[in-house]
């Protein structure tokens, strides 16, 4: 299920300067997650496994069961959204896995993903917004009005965010450095620029979720682009610092004032 994979030079310098015991592999298969007996395998190319697990409690009783599992005993690499090229520090070396789905993805753009993953791995980041949150995912599913799928979306993409305020400062100095991932780099993120400004008022005609707005809006900010409120708030050193107490909080007081301008549209009971 997995070959290992020779790196460009480009690529291969970046993984040298943030992550140089990352094993990059890749996976003959697309996945969500992957079956724990094939995750097994990956001590095949490991010096060992070190499987996570987290506390119940820190679960909402609805939490999609894909999180369940997650939390669980089972080995677990991959979850839903993880994206192209997924990254794991359950294996001692860390490993950084190419899906098969990669091989439809131009090259520019997939050698700035693989890139991207060292540099993620480089900032010390857990690796999933399970670990991000910690228990304070049980506070963001009670101020967040909406389904576990939503939570669930909504605390991926402030994870992303967050991990794209610490990470965006690295692909800016690329541009001197590593022209070629520096291009990619802005050229994704003027694939996301056009929908932006739209965004607030897609959510308030109901053409987008607000889950999906905010995924939107979160990965744009690791490329440094400006977000219309109330995604905004998100850009910011304090976003980095107080990390998960921020994103709830930031969660509440918006669903606080979507909830306040709606009652104002709706007008005085009769």
């Known amino acids: 299920m997995f070959d290992r994979r020779d790196l460009a030079s480009d690529v291969a310098a970046v993984r040298d300067a943030h992550a140089p015991d990352a094993v990059v592999l890749d996976v003959d298969a697309d996945f ?24 119940a409690e820190w679960l909402p009783p609805d939490a999609p069961e894909a ?22 520090r359950q294996t001692v070396p860390p490993v950084v ?12 753009f997939l050698e700035f993903l693989l890139a991207e993953a060292f540099v993620q ?35 991926r993409a402030l994870y992303d965010a967050w991990l794209g305020l610490q990470t ?19 050229d994704a993120g003027q694939r996301l620029q056009g929908r932006l400004s739209t965004l607030p008022r897609a959510v308030a005609r109901g053409q987008t979720s607000f889950a999906e707005a905010t ?5 744009a900010v690791k490329h ?9 708030a998100l850009d910011t050193q ?20 979507l909830d306040a301008a709606g009652d104002a549209e709706d007008g005085p009971a009769e």
């Open 215 to 219: 995924e939107y809006a979160c990965s």
């Open 32 to 55: 969500e997650t992957i079956p724990p007996a094939a995750a097994e395998d990956l001590g095949l190319f490991v010096d060992g496994l070190d499987p996570a697990t987290y506390p």
């Open 224 to 232: 440094d682009l400006d977000l219309p409120a109330p995604f905004a």
């Open 168 to 186: 965006r400062e690295t692909f800016r100095e690329w541009e001197e450095t590593r022209p070629g991932l520096h291009d990619a780099w802005a």
């Open 238 to 257: 304090a976003f980095v610092e107080h990390g998960p107490e921020y994103g709830v909080r930031w969660a509440e007081k918006t669903f606080e004032k």
């Open 97 to 108: 896995l190419v899906k098969k789905r990669a091989e439809g993805t131009p090259a520019e």
């Open 67 to 88: 999180l369940v599992r997650y939390a669980g005993s089972d080995f677990t690499v991959g979850m839903p959204g993880d994206g192209t090229v997924v990254w794991s």
């Open 121 to 155: 791995l480089g900032t010390g980041a857990p690796e999933h917004f399970l670990p991000f949150f910690d228990g304070a995912y049980r506070d963001l599913d009670r101020v967040v009005p909406l389904g576990p799928a939503d939570v669930y979306q909504i605390a």
